[in-house]
């Protein structure tokens, strides 16, 4: 946690409905990340960002959408086109590239 | 890429005994590896890391091993107290691209 925020913090979407994921911090950090958390799966990175204006997809960028307008902002959008959207959903940032700071998640149901 | 594999996947201990998790890499470029600690519905903490010019690093009851020819390194928890029950990750990363993470071992606690 620390100076990450995520909101919010349960989210409940209608299929075929986009939503948008908060991610803040104030940390002055230069790369932002999200990753997707499923029972008995781990972590698995969706989207990436090392600097403003620059983003990479991770390995399950299908039916989501970033933005990094910000240094301090990282919003992820879920698109209806994400198949199976139901999930805990974790942003990160860090200073180096390499030692990550997690927010406390953003748990999202499609209803 | 990088893969990192974990195990135990579920491991449980009695009050006061040690702990033991293992995790491999097979990216012998990977120079920064991490453990982060999660409870429930809440984003994973950082509990301690190890870069590659090191072989052991403690924190109390909290220590790390590294095994550069071998590609492995392991978390050991000393003393285990039933606050220490949550899921652990390890993660294995080079500074250039994101942290590779393990699937997480599911520590209980047993007082």
């Known amino acids: 946690d620390g100076g990450i925020t995520q909101s919010p913090k349960y989210l409940f979407r209608k299929e075929g409905q986009n939503v948008t994921l908060s991610c803040e911090q104030n940390l002055n950090h230069d790369a932002m990340y999200w990753y997707r958390q499923d029972p008995g799966q781990g972590l698995r990175l969706i989207y990436y960002s090392q600097i403003v204006n620059d983003f990479q997809k991770g390995d399950i960028a299908e039916g989501y959408s970033v933005s990094r307008e910000k240094k301090e902002s990282f919003p992820l959008t879920v698109t209806s086109a994400q198949k199976n959207p139901t999930a805990f959903y974790l942003c990160?940032?860090?200073?180096?590239?390499?030692?990550?700071?997690f927010g406390p998640g953003t748990r999202l149901t499609v209803l | 890429g990088e893969n990192v594999e974990q195990h135990p996947s579920t491991l449980s201990v009695q009050e006061g005994d040690s702990a033991v998790i293992k995790c491999t890499y097979s990216d012998s470029a990977s120079n920064y590896f991490p453990w982060y600690k999660q409870e429930l519905g809440k984003g994973p903490q950082l509990i301690i890391d190890i870069r590659s010019n090191v072989g052991e690093k403690k924190d109390q009851r909290i220590a790390v091993t590294l095994n550069k020819t071998a590609k492995h390194f392991s978390l050991h928890i000393t003393e285990t107290q039933p606050e220490d029950s949550a899921v652990y990750f390890c993660a294995a990363g080079t500074g250039n691209t994101p942290l590779v993470f393990g699937k997480g071992t599911r520590l209980s606690v047993i007082a």
């Open positions: 990160a940032s860090s200073p180096t590239g390499d030692t990550q700071y």
